[in-house]
């Protein structure tokens, strides 16, 4: 069956240092993968997206690296701060070349303490 | 421009009733998507559309629901009959074409008692 997997347990992490998130999927070959930042009561607010043919990709303080082959990827925050706690989600095309069929893993929360 | 815009905030019904949950996507969007979101399920795509025309509609649970985009400008997603197991957030998102960031509405809290 096909799985978009995120790390339920919330990622606790000191004001700083590095938070990494992971994304894996199962039975997807997606042509791109995104990361969006939910906070509470907030819709998703989109952050990054990679393509399949791209291995790492940075925005400010975020980087994403995409493994097409291990069919993973990988989310990091340096240097983060108490404002980057919120909830993280990855998101691909389910169906490539048919469109923007954009499906969602669960969310990673990270708590950022000062 | 404003965003996504949906309406109402927050809905309150009784089983049985009808719902009907609106959405005004960004001018200019091509793709217009319906999410739904609770805490067991994480957010599962319900519909999109291209154009006006769905697209992939297997996400929609059962007959019970439906959704209709009659022009560009708005799109609406009916719950008839509402059952309590139907509470969650419903999010409206619309991305300007494949391959690109989608754009969130603020979401829809629906509560059915």
């Known amino acids: 069956s096909q799985k978009i997997e995120q790390n339920s347990e919330a990622l606790n992490i000191q004001e700083g240092k590095t938070a990494t998130l992971t994304c894996n999927y199962t039975?997807?070959?997606?042509?791109?993968l995104q990361w969006y930042r939910q906070d509470p009561g907030r819709g998703p607010v989109f952050l990054l997206l990679?393509?399949?043919?791209?291995k790492e990709k940075r925005k400010e303080r975020l980087k994403v690296t995409f493994d097409t082959t291990l069919k993973q990827s990988l989310f990091h925050i340096t240097a983060s701060q108490p404002a980057d706690s919120a909830t993280y989600l990855c998101?691909?095309?389910?169906?490539?070349?048919?469109?923007?069929?954009?499906?969602f893993g669960g969310g990673t929360r990270v708590l950022v303490k000062p | 421009d404003a965003g996504v815009i949906q309406s109402p905030r927050h809905e309150v019904t009784e089983m049985g009733q009808e719902v009907t949950l609106r959405c005004k996507p960004i001018?200019?969007?091509?793709?217009l998507f319906w999410y739904r979101q609770t805490m067991m399920r994480g957010l599962e795509l319900l519909i999109y559309?291209?154009?006006?025309?769905?697209?992939?509609d297997s996400g929609m649970p059962e007959d019970r629901f439906s959704a209709k985009m009659p022009n560009a400008s708005f799109s609406t997603l009916k719950i008839q009959p509402s059952e309590p197991r139907d509470s969650a957030v419903y999010f409206c998102a619309s991305s300007p074409g494949p391959n690109t960031e989608a754009f969130f509405g603020q979401g829809t809290r629906l509560t059915v008692v």
């Open positions: 990679i393509r399949e043919n791209e």
């Open positions: 998101a691909l095309d389910a169906i490539k070349a048919a469109g923007n069929k954009l499906t």
């Open positions: 039975n997807y070959s997606p042509a791109y």
């Open positions: 559309f291209n154009n006006n025309v769905p697209i992939d």
């Open positions: 001018s200019g969007h091509d793709y």
